[in-house]
């Protein structure tokens, strides 16, 4: 779609899906060589056209920083392909099972076979790795796809809509753009599956939407995802392997470290350290090219109210380089914020921004029931080298992912599924999960001239179905 949608969205949007079914139906099964070279294409374009999109991104945010949109929007997409490439043919190769004695002679293979259009609703905030990831994996099991990009991203959807109609016809790949009406509609229609990434809130009206056409949903959402700094953890290593997941994007991450569970006595020295670090990677934030700002007024207004909220409630809030927040710039150097309370928003929703609540605990199994007291989040990150503390946080908390000693890279392991779990996510994609996700497995039973299932039709009680009783119901 190479205009934003305007009069009638639904009905627009119900052409531009008939289209694509129709195309479907023509072409239902993509050859491994077809889906390779859409693949190889979308590399080349992403590549090539790898500056554009970086001035794009730091156009919509007002500063984004080059080298953090090259590493988290750019290099996954470019990663996934290659992983993508390598994996193909082994993915899309029917898997042989066992028919058993029951069913024997009898042949049973599963089938990957495309689920036909594919929807995919993308955030903000990695505009770039969340459109074309999943486009990536929805392309690699054969499919269609049409993409509802973010309002707030119009410079980046620029170079998208350009970059992806260059590549593919609008029947086989469809950018859709608009505000909130044009999003509702998009949930609204009956799709072989939808992907969504965004908040939990919408994610709600999201799954709505689709249950009307029973459409499968892959829900990425978010949370607080916490990390648990254990007794033996020093607080220099804690925070030298968790600042990068709490500054990259400005903290605008769905996993990006929400809260911080520290030892009772050493929260003043973990903030010291936090200090320490944070200064010797930014320094000054103002005029830094390395740290970015906030996405727009309404998400920096979102954050302030926050702030102030926790400190009318009674929280201690230091900046992280002793600089104020800069207005002008919608930059905020992170807030390490003490003496928090759930009566405080700061504790009730996902902050998705710098700031980070500090909390003390008493003994480890407090910290686990503090976790496992609110809804389980999209990761979990342990700070931790003793093996016996790593299993039993591992083995007494529930999150959608995990990172032992490091923060966020979890989701850059391609041979590995992402997901959440209950609020923060239902479903998973990324590599082999993601084929299998965006794929029907089709279970094929073959039989030659040999009929055996005859053996079971009535009339009941002959000697060979009481046999075969006696053999089975046992």
Not at 7 to 31: F, G, H
Not at 123 to 147: D, E, K, Y
Not at 244 to 255: M, P
Not at 298 to 311: G, N, S, V
Request: aromatic share 6%.
């Amino acid at each position: 779609m190479n205009m934003p949608l305007e009069l009638n969205p639904n009905e627009q949007l119900q052409q531009i899906l008939a289209k694509q079914q129709a195309s479907y139906r023509q072409q239902p099964a993509p050859t491994l060589d077809e889906r390779k070279q859409q693949l190889e294409a979308l590399k080349a374009a992403l590549l090539a056209r790898q500056e554009a999109i970086i001035t794009a991104l730091s156009q919509d945010y007002g500063h984004r920083s080059k080298d953090d949109s090259r590493i988290s929007d750019i290099m996954p997409c470019i990663n996934n392909i290659n992983y993508t490439l390598k994996h193909l043919k082994t993915w899309m190769k029917p898997s042989r099972r066992h028919a058993g004695m029951l069913l024997a002679p009898a042949k049973i293979t599963v089938q990957y076979q495309p689920v036909g259009v594919v929807g995919i609703i993308v955030p903000w905030n990695f505009p770039v790795m969340l459109s074309i990831g999943p486009l990536i994996t929805a392309l690699a099991a054969g499919n269609r796809a049409m993409l509802k990009l973010s309002e707030f991203t119009p410079h980046t959807n620029a170079v998208l809509k350009q970059l992806l109609s260059s590549l593919f016809d609008e029947t086989l790949v469809a950018v859709i753009e608009g505000e909130a009406e044009v999003a509702a509609a998009f949930s609204s229609l009956p799709f072989d599956h939808l992907l969504f990434t965004g908040s939990t809130t919408v994610g709600r009206h999201v799954m709505r939407a689709a249950a009307a056409n029973l459409t499968p949903v892959t829900l990425e959402l978010g949370g607080k995802s916490p990390v648990i700094v254990a007794p033996d953890m020093p607080l220099d290593e804690a925070v030298e392997r968790m600042i990068y997941g709490k500054c990259l994007n400005a903290g605008q991450i769905c996993v990006a470290p929400d809260y911080v569970l520290i030892p009772k006595g050493k929260v003043d020295g973990f903030k010291l350290a936090f200090q320490t670090k944070f200064n010797a990677m930014y320094g000054s934030i103002s005029n830094n090219a390395d740290y970015g700002a906030i996405i727009n007024e309404r998400q920096f207004d979102r954050l302030i109210t926050i702030l102030e909220d926790a400190k009318v409630k009674g929280a201690q809030i230091t900046s992280a380089n002793g600089e104020a927040i800069d207005n002008q710039q919608r930059k905020i150097p992170t807030q390490l914020i003490t003496q928090v309370n759930d009566e405080m928003i700061l504790m009730q929703d996902e902050i998705f921004g710098p700031l980070l609540p500090i909390i003390e605990y008493d003994t480890l199994n407090d910290a686990i029931d503090y976790v496992n007291d609110r809804p389980r989040p999209l990761a979990l990150y342990i700070m931790s080298f003793n093996e016996a503390t790593q299993q039993h946080i591992l083995s007494h908390t529930h999150s959608g992912g995990v990172c032992i000693n490091e923060t966020i890279f979890h989701v850059a392991a391609d041979d590995a599924p992402f997901g959440g779990i209950g609020p923060s996510g239902m479903g998973h994609y990324h590599g082999k999960e993601g084929f299998l996700t965006m794929s029907h497995a089709k279970t094929i039973l073959s039989r030659g001239k040999l009929n055996t299932g005859k053996l079971v039709h009535p009339p009941y009680g002959n000697p060979i179905q009481k046999l075969l009783m006696k053999l089975f119901l046992r």
